[in-house]
């Protein structure tokens, strides 16, 4: 702003000019002078949750969706509080995301005034950054430092906390531009070194991960594996950066490779890790590739130095953009490279093994919900973007759901539950007329199942399917294995979710047998509103078919 604004317009200000388009609120006293300042920002879409979980939940999924900063805003205390959740799945998922609270005012700071929370002890361990701008003069500065915090390096979450009194008070800034950030190149010299380590390697394998979830990623990662024609496996829930369809797609690394498919994958020579962090799930517990000494030579790009060589010896430690170190290399993939198809086809073999969908059993307590699963996959757009809940009900979605390559999956590396409805929400607002499918379990829809609201305000699109198996399945199914018998805290008493779901307005089917699923999966991806199937699911099958997610 060139003329006097208020501080919070040189914070919408910024925001704006840094392709924010969207914020999602729960309102609170603290923040009457955003709230305010947000009327001369008509540009900005501001999204009324009904939760700050659920609010901050949307955020992550749209700046995922969107592959850009994405911003909640919530009260002071109780309302940062209720936030927290997204905090940590934007920290674990690597999503750059901004949490603005309103606080007390400047002059009752520290003195454990009505809501008040010291921000920087609550978030320090999970955000990037956590700020709190006393100062009316330094918000836009604060506001563009954020966002370069939270989309660099590795990105995450950063808090941006601002007392309720300074909201207000005039300030003179200069316009704010976009920021521009280019992550470093890899340099030529480099890239020969490795494509002559490629030409060498018999069995080269790739992991990629979440830097390649953008279509010059995507586009990138498969010229890359075509032109050297090595096998791609994907790190944990990013099935979507390489299609599951491709002759080199060789499987995600996830909760549930079976152990022979772990030790093929360890017959590689040469490990290209691109654009993951190399965490916890994908590494299958820091075993693949072994910790800290891999069996392999390692070549570990990620844009963050803190990442490089924190877990793994490596002997090409990267940090660079894995879309240019994917670009260059392709470039360099000689005419006539013989990498062996039979490593390449070994490695798919195991795959399509695991992906095959399974011969049911009888169930005699309600609907195999794989089969549910099935019939998505048969019928959903070829662009479709799947949101999921946590829950044993997505494990058929991970294991057997091939992706086309335009389908979309955005589900928690956090692992967190009540993320799959505002999900789904940011995502249908973000791609207008793309058709997108929520599944939800009967525990996670409960916990952010009422922002379902915003889906009927807004009249999206949105097939919600939910799996009500009346129980927290994945926790019973670990308590059968650790506790066989012993059912303690996991078996949900449960409301009428349709009728629940016809209060709220939406349309909604139960199915209870499983020649109800075509025509009820069918009719649902039809409708132009929001659309809702419960289904009645057998906790049976999923006891008993090996069902991890
Ligand atoms: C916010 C949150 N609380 C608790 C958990 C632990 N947890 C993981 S899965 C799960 C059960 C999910 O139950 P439901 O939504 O009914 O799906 P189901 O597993 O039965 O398919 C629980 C409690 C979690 N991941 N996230």
């Not at 809501?115 to 701008?133: F, L």
């Not at 539950?417 to 789904?424: F, R, S």
Request: charged share 20%; glycine share 8%; with cysteine.
């Amino acid at each position: 702003m060139s003329e006097n604004n208020t501080s919070a317009h040189a914070l919408l200000g910024v925001l704006s000019a840094n392709s924010v388009d969207r914020i999602f609120i729960v309102p609170g006293e603290s923040y009457l002078g955003v709230l305010d300042a947000l009327l001369d920002f008509p540009n900005i879409d501001t999204v009324v949750c009904r939760h700050e979980g659920g609010a901050g939940f949307m955020a992550v999924a749209a700046a995922r969706a969107a592959k850009r900063i994405s911003v909640v805003m919530t009260s002071r205390g109780p309302g940062a509080s209720n936030a927290a959740i997204a905090i940590h799945t934007a920290q674990q998922d690597a999503v750059p995301l901004i949490m603005l609270v309103g606080q007390v005012p400047k002059k009752n700071l520290r003195r454990g005034a009505f809501q008040e929370i010291d921000y920087q002890m609550m978030y320090g361990s999970i955000a990037k950054w956590v700020y709190e701008v006393t100062d009316p003069k330094e918000m836009a500065a604060a506001t563009l430092k954020a966002i370069r915090i939270a989309t660099s390096g590795t990105p995450g979450p950063v808090v941006l906390v601002i007392p309720e009194d300074i909201q207000q008070q005039l300030v003179t800034q200069p316009q704010w531009k976009a920021l521009e950030q280019i992550p470093g190149h890899p340099s030529s010299e480099l890239v020969e070194k490795v494509a002559s380590q490629i030409k060498n390697a018999k069995k080269p394998l790739i992991i990629a991960g979440g830097s390649y979830e953008s279509k010059a990623g995507r586009e990138a990662l498969r010229r890359l594996a075509e032109s050297w024609q090595i096998p791609v496996a994907v790190s944990f829930r990013r099935h979507d950066i390489f299609p599951t369809t491709h002759d080199l797609f060789v499987g995600e690394l996830g909760l549930a490779n079976a152990p022979h498919q772990i030790n093929a994958f360890n017959q590689s020579d040469f490990i290209l890790a691109l654009g993951t962090r190399l965490g916890d799930i994908t590494t299958q517990g820091y075993t693949f590739p072994a910790s800290p000494i891999p069996e392999q030579t390692l070549l570990h790009c990620y844009p963050d130095e803190q990442v490089i060589g924190a877990n793994f010896n490596t002997q090409y430690g990267m940090v660079c953009n894995p879309i240019a170190l994917a670009n260059k290399l392709a470039e360099r993939a000689p005419d006539n490279d013989e990498k062996s198809s039979l490593w390449v086809k070994s490695l798919r073999d195991i795959y399509q093994q695991s992906a095959a969908w399974p011969t049911p059993p009888h169930a005699n307590d309600g609907v195999a919900f794989w089969k549910v699963v099935k019939s998505v996959a048969e019928h959903a757009a070829k662009d479709a973007i799947i949101c999921l809940d946590a829950g044993t009900f997505a494990a058929p979605v991970y294991r057997n759901f091939p992706f086309h390559p335009s389908q979309r999956l955005v589900a928690p590396l956090s692992g967190a539950m009540g993320y799959g409805v505002p999900a789904a929400i940011a995502c249908a607002l973000n791609h207008p007329g793309r058709q997108v499918i929520c599944m939800v379990g009967d525990g996670g829809f409960l916990m952010n199942g009422n922002e379902i609201i915003t889906a009927v305000e807004r009249d999206l699109p949105i097939l919600f399917i939910l799996s009500n198996n009346n129980c927290y399945g994945s926790i019973r199914i670990n308590q059968e294995l650790e506790h066989p018998g012993r059912i303690s805290g996991t078996t949900l008493f449960n409301p009428d979710f349709s009728a629940m779901a016809k209060a709220f307005g939406v349309q909604a089917t139960v199915v209870q047998s499983e020649d109800e699923i075509n025509e009820a999966i069918c009719t649902g991806l039809k409708q132009k509103r929001p659309a809702f199937i419960e289904v009645k699911s057998s906790l049976d099958i999923e006891l008993h078919g090996n069902f991890h997610s």
